[in-house]
């Protein structure tokens, strides 16, 4: 699979740039946005004089709990840079979804 198809596949549409916009930032932008890339990761970055910023990150669920996304942002920390991340706001609904089912509190022998 393309490094392109496993960023697509991960991230939510909205949250993608085309692979022509890419495409674009890679050949024409090289010497600033550029991939780091392995068969478990994928990391998309733009490196300027005083930050980088990292635009994407994928992990194989293959090699989870490696390290290697630890690896991946020590390699940028290395660079003496302040690192920026580009995340996305807490969707709440999502995170109460996703929670445990909540467990009847009445303690046993009463009610």
């Known amino acids: 699979m393309s490094w392109y198809n496993k960023?697509?596949?991960?991230?939510?549409?909205?949250?993608?740039?085309?692979?022509?916009?890419?495409?674009?930032?890679l050949s024409e932008k090289g010497?600033?946005?550029?991939?780091?890339?392995?068969?478990?990761?994928?990391?998309?970055?733009?490196e300027f004089d005083p930050f980088i910023f990292i635009d994407y990150i994928w992990v194989s669920?293959?090699?989870r709990g490696q390290g290697i996304r630890h690896t991946l942002?020590?390699?940028?920390?290395?660079?003496s840079k302040p690192n920026l991340l580009e995340v996305e706001p807490i969707d709440y609904r999502v995170s109460e979804r996703e929670s445990p089912p909540r467990c009847d509190s009445t303690p046993?022998?009463?009610?």
């Not at 960023?7 to 930032?25: G, I, Q, R, T, V």
């Not at 010497?31 to 733009?46: L, Q, T």
């Not at 942002?73 to 660079?79: L, P, R």
């Not at 046993?108 to 009610?111: D, E, K, S, T, Y």
């Open 73 to 79: 942002i020590e390699k940028m920390k290395e660079k």
């Open 31 to 46: 010497d600033i946005y550029r991939k780091d890339e392995g068969p478990y990761h994928v990391m998309m970055y733009a």
């Open 7 to 25: 960023l697509n596949e991960y991230f939510p549409a909205e949250e993608m740039k085309s692979k022509k916009h890419m495409d674009k930032l």
């Open 108 to 111: 046993l022998g009463v009610g």
């Open 61 to 63: 669920s293959k090699s």
